[in-house]
């Protein structure tokens, strides 16, 4: 169990720098276009399309990591009024339903790259769309492997929870005055 929880740490923190990097990239691309179209007078037609591609790796590799982070969405009013042997339940099925999710994310999105794996962009002739859409089966089998680690062997340790900036920390609304709480 320790080898996994090793690997999947290991996963989610390539995760994390796959889509960082994809972010930064982004943010360098569109400048860049915006530079060609209004200070040269001349756009560049692959900085838009190069956006595009970059969103998508860090769409569903960066989905993993925020899975596995406990960052993503989460709409829990109606669960936390349950009983906690229901809570339990409601979030064991939410667990088997993102699996089957991700299950099915990498089945069909094999699918996907395969049929078009011959297909070419204008704007890049050496790259296979293919290639463009192999994003989608490795962030859906990160996604996967994380789901797996939490059915298995629970969820990571939360080493989000400790701000050394106490801004950035969460607010305890529960300890606050009514007049404290009015944002």
Not at 62 to 77: E, K, Q
Not at 102 to 118: D, E, K
């Amino acid at each position: 169990m320790a080898a996994y929880r090793k690997a999947m740490n290991a996963l989610y923190w390539a995760c994390v720098w796959v889509a960082g990097s994809a972010l930064v990239l982004i943010s360098a691309v569109i400048p860049w276009a915006v530079f060609t179209r209004y200070v040269l007078n001349s756009a560049a037609s692959w900085p838009e399309r190069a956006a595009v591609l970059l969103t998508i790796v860090l769409t569903f590799i960066g989905t993993a990591a925020c899975y596995r982070a406990r960052l993503h969405m989460n709409v829990s009013f109606f669960v936390s009024m349950l009983p906690p042997w229901w809570r339990r339940m409601a979030d064991l099925l939410a667990e088997v339903l993102v699996g089957v999710m991700a299950l099915f994310m990498v089945v069909y999105g094999i699918s996907l790259v395969q049929a078009t794996w011959l297909n070419s962009i204008d704007e890049f002739p050496e790259l296979s769309v293919g290639i463009t859409y192999l994003p989608i089966p490795v962030g859906a089998a990160a996604l996967f492997l994380f789901v797996v680690e939490r059915l298995t062997i629970g969820a990571p340790a939360d080493n989000f929870s400790e701000h050394p900036d106490p801004a950035m920390a969460p607010i305890d609304y529960a300890g606050l005055s009514p007049t404290q709480k009015v944002h």
